[in-house]
């Protein structure tokens, strides 16, 4: 969706939109994004779900 230009809007409602996103709620300090934390997070679901398979696969098979 574009942008739309600023001096589309009145000075009130930009002065409006900027005190809104300055208020203290919206400056919330965040800890640094770890891209290697989600990627062991993602590998070890991975692992768990491969292994749950593997599991119901070898208890399932000699009813077959």
């Given at each position: 969706?574009?942008?739309?230009?600023?001096?589309?809007?009145?000075?009130?409602?930009l002065?409006?939109?900027e005190?809104?996103?300055n208020?203290?709620i919206?400056q919330?300090?965040?800890?640094?994004?770890k891209?290697?934390?989600?990627?062991g997070?993602?590998?070890?679901v991975?692992i768990?779900?491969?292994?749950?398979?593997?599991?119901?696969?070898?208890?399932?098979?000699?009813?077959?």
């Open positions: 969706m574009p942008e739309r230009d600023p001096s589309e809007y009145r000075q009130e409602d002065k409006a939109v005190e809104y996103i208020r203290p919206h919330v300090k965040r800890k640094p994004f891209p290697y934390l989600m990627m997070a993602l590998l070890g991975v768990f779900l491969g292994g749950l398979a593997w599991l119901i696969g070898w208890l399932v098979e000699p009813y077959l």
